[in-house]
């Protein structure tokens, strides 16, 4: 009779449980985590439950996974993107060779998600594993990788994801075949502690048994932590959106899966107890898409010297990588390694010889060394079988720096004969190589026929405005500026502009507000060497001493915070 009393008060424990969970409102900020906390949380409370459902046969297991995969399948120009069928062939060798030691013999499938703020990885029931490129981007070696989707297929293999399905049934009263329907976040979303450390445990055996290191898994979790230290420090600004998203992906793993030290105590202790043999872990085979990606992610923050060595650390696993090279080159420009970023863009003219990389390598050799970039452009030129179109103004304008002006006074002639059937292209860029050669009366009419022709072009309004600024026409060059604004743009090169002829009409105050706009967007400008290999000596003066008095400026503020009480 006692059995029965405590079997009917258990059942009713349970379907309070159920109630409760059901009208319960958990009050979280809105936010890309806001359902992943909802989940965690919700399931928490059910896997305490002490409710056994009637397993489910591994036939429909397998068909509600694929049917939930089927509606997260990636659009058909990612799957046709080089490096997304890279990582996807290597997560399908390293998860086969993994699988062939689950218990459970189902048809694991492996899937990329090509998101590099999702930071994570989970299962479905039936066997597939999805992996992010957040998480991959975390890592060094395979062995890691191993831990991640050894740990995921466990969940498979306990019957952690069947049984998250089923409570998903009872909480949602929907029938089996309606769980395809279900968000993926459901499985995202972390299992109860008892379950996450069995996937630990059982998952690094899995790994150990198919030849990599333990070790791999405690290292994944250390970069986990410092990932979430990082994301917390950068979320700081409230400028970097990106990094929240992040931040908060992570906070929602962490609060749906133990800590990591407990985590790593595990895997030491089962290290310890198991007398594995040491082994070295395996480099990531596939690193270097994300060396390349990372190296862009620095670029674009303005941290030139660490995006240079990210590249190269992407060059040095994969040599021909197009897109690590393009960011070294830029990396090189922008820190004023004219030479070097030289060399590169003709490393990227071997593997694509676009007008581009063309135009960006003639730059180059023009700021590293004028005199001889003329003879370095021809001979490249000379070695393809095939020029890419829109040069015209290229070579001509490379001689004129090397003080050997009839090609260009030619091809000037030239487009004053074909006005009107040339692009306005080829006039602004020959008068741009005008103004570099210090032959302004030459420039100012090229560039304004590419205004006539293009009055919207913003980039042929700013370089007639640098010419006018030469010729002491400060009134011209601020319309020809306000004209550029007015068209919807702006940029670093536009508010610098304004800063020198700003300075050069003695209005300072606009001068250093308008010149740290520009440096907040493009630091170039505080490089002397930058400067003087794009601009005239005028401006190179004048931005000098510009930044002196934004220096003298600030380090009076500074005084002024330090003394108040």
């Known amino acids: 009779m006692k059995h029965w009393i405590s079997l009917t008060a258990i059942v009713l424990f349970g379907i309070g449980v159920i109630a409760f969970s059901e009208r319960r409102k958990v009050d979280v900020p809105a936010g890309p985590d ?50 997304v069928q890279t990582v996807l062939r290597y997560l399908t060798q390293v998860g086969s060779r993994l699988s062939a030691h689950a218990k459970r013999k189902l048809p694991y499938k492996f899937h990329y998600i090509p998101d590099k703020y999702f930071v994570n990885a989970f299962a479905l029931p039936g066997g597939h594993i999805y992996v992010g490129q957040g998480l991959l981007a975390l890592m060094d070696s395979e062995d890691q990788l191993a831990s991640v989707i050894g740990h995921e297929i466990e969940h498979v293999d306990h019957y952690h994801c069947a049984e998250r399905a089923q409570l998903e049934v009872a909480l949602r009263k929907i029938p089996l075949g309606g769980l395809a329907s279900l968000p993926l976040e459901v499985f995202e979303a972390g299992y109860s502690k008892n379950q996450e450390l069995e996937a630990d445990s059982e998952g690094t055996r899995m790994t150990v048994a198919a030849g990599y290191s333990a070790n791999g898994a405690i290292r994944m979790f250390e ?85 240079q060595a990210a590249a190269l650390r992407s060059l040095k696993m994969q040599p021909d990588r197009q897109d690590a090279m393009e960011v070294l080159a830029k990396a090189y420009f922008s820190q004023a390694s004219f030479a070097d970023a030289a060399a590169t863009y003709r490393k990227i003219l071997q593997l ?101 022709q293009r009055p919207g072009t913003t980039q042929w309004l700013i370089g007639r405005a640098w010419v006018q600024i030469q010729d002491n026409k400060l009134e011209d060059a601020f319309k020809s500026l306000d004209a550029g604004y007015a068209s919807g743009r702006t940029s670093p090169d536009r508010r610098m502009a304004r800063a020198v002829a700003f300075w050069l009409s003695a209005q300072k105050d606009s001068a250093v507000a308008e010149f740290d706009s520009a440096v907040s967007e493009q630091p170039e400008w505080k490089n002397p060497r930058w400067v003087q290999a794009l601009y005239s000596t005028l401006v190179a003066d004048t931005i000098r001493e510009i930044q002196t008095e934004s220096d003298r400026r600030l380090n009076l503020r500074r005084a002024q915070l330090a003394t108040r009480p």
């Open 34 to 83: 806001a359902i992943l906390y909802l989940v965690a949380d919700t399931e928490q409370e059910l896997t305490r439950m002490p409710v056994r459902f009637t397993r489910m046969s591994d036939a429909e297991e397998i068909e509600i996974g694929n049917g939930i995969a089927a509606g997260y399948t990636l659009q058909q120009e990612q799957e046709k993107v080089a490096s």
């Open 223 to 307: 970069a986990f932590q410092r990932a979430e230290e990082t994301a917390r420090r950068k979320a700081r600004n409230p400028g970097e959106e990106a990094n929240e998203v992040a931040r908060q992906t992570l906070e929602g793993y962490f609060r749906s899966h133990p800590l990591p030290s407990e985590r790593i105590a595990l895997v030491q202790k089962l290290i310890a107890s198991e007398a594995w043999p040491v082994r070295a872990e395996r480099d990531l085979e596939i690193a270097y898409i994300f060396w390349a990606a990372r190296a862009e992610d620095l670029f674009a923050e303005h941290k030139y010297a660490e995006a």
């Open 352 to 452: 694509e010889s676009r007008a581009e990389f063309a135009k960006d390598y003639a730059m180059a050799l023009a700021a590293a060394d004028r005199k001889t970039a003329a003879k370095e452009f021809e001979s490249w030129a000379k070695s393809v079988s095939a020029e890419p179109s829109g040069l015209r103004a290229t070579l001509p304008g490379l001689y004129l720096l090397a003080d050997n002006p009839a090609p260009a006074a030619n091809l000037s002639e030239q487009l004053n004969r074909e006005k009107y059937s040339t692009p306005p292209e080829e006039f602004g860029e020959l008068g741009w190589w005008y103004y570099r050669a210090g032959n302004y009366s030459q420039a100012l009419p090229l560039l304004e026929d590419a205004v006539q």
